[in-house]
């Protein structure tokens, strides 16, 4: 029997709403993987609840991640998402930069903004700290406003173009030509459907893969996005084909949600569909 990949997953651990840690821990876990958590923060909830009680775990990970050094573990994949400052991010990129010597795979979700803004919680000099992740990256996903954010462009003008695509496909090649491998651009809203643009390296073209958009914007659908294509990525499918399986099981399990009027701030129900990713 082969020896079970691992994956170092960065992130925060909220108690309650499906999000960051507490979906990337099952859906990896249930694919196969022995995920190994570094939290950036321990939340009572995610920030889309009043009044959370919020730890943050900054001047915990250097230590963290030295003992793990000390102790010479090896990763197949170092995946990242929500980071609460510049200062963790600084603190993740020797991380990455040795996974990238080692020739793990690296897969950045910038989980810093949605819907046009930055999150409550973020600073705009998160901003070109998170870059210099992406730049490290295999594989990023950032979201349609984190992709404006990245490369310095307006959200409101991008979006009220009749078909941002072309200009979705050009903000993707600029921040490609960084350093960043391949690129996976989600959540882009064109009618009555949701799609993700796909570049696979800066000289390819882009694929659009997508599905049915469901009304509902629930919490930590990104997360459970990139958790997802990092466990198809690394079984070894060829990315096109993994964001598509992807998102397909993404838009089965939001249907789902929605129909059983799941609160938003609660999060995609996906565990009844787990095994499905096995």
């Not at 197949?76 to 603190?91: P, S, V």
């Not at 949600?257 to 995609?268: F, H, L, P, S, Y």
């Amino acid at each position: 029997m082969q020896e079970i990949q691992r994956i170092a997953a960065v992130s925060d651990l909220s108690g309650f709403g499906r999000c960051a840690l507490t979906v990337a821990l099952p859906v990896l876990s249930a694919m196969g993987f022995q995920v190994c958590p570094v939290p950036t923060a321990v939340l009572s909830t995610h920030t889309g609840y009043p009044n959370p009680h919020i730890r943050d775990f900054t001047d915990d990970m250097e230590a963290y991640l030295a003992h793990w050094e000390q102790l010479g573990l090896t990763f197949a994949c170092g995946y990242t998402g929500f980071l609460g400052n510049q200062r963790q991010a600084a603190i993740l990129e020797p991380f990455l930069t040795h996974l990238k010597e080692q020739g793990a795979m690296r897969l950045v979700d910038p989980a810093m903004a949605d819907h046009g803004k930055l999150y409550s919680s973020c600073s705009p000099a998160l901003i070109p700290a998170m870059a210099r992740l992406v730049s490290l990256a295999t594989v990023a996903t950032p979201n349609l406003t984190e992709l404006c954010l990245l490369t310095g462009e307006d959200y409101a003008v991008v979006t009220a173009q009749d078909d941002c695509r072309p200009c979705v496909e050009q903000m993707a090649r600029r921040l490609m030509a960084d350093g960043c491998e391949a690129l996976v651009v989600t959540g882009v809203a064109r009618g009555d459907r949701i799609e993700n643009c796909v570049l696979s390296s800066v000289d390819a073209d882009p694929v659009w893969v997508g599905g049915p958009r469901v009304e509902q914007n629930f919490a930590g659908t990104g997360d459970l996005f990139a958790s997802v294509l990092c466990g198809w990525l690394l079984r070894g499918v060829d990315l096109v084909e993994a964001v598509e399986k992807t998102a397909e099981f993404v838009c089965k399990a939001t249907a789902a949600t929605a129909e059983m009027q799941v609160n938003e701030q609660d999060g995609i129900a996906f565990e009844p569909y787990l095994c499905e990713l096995k």
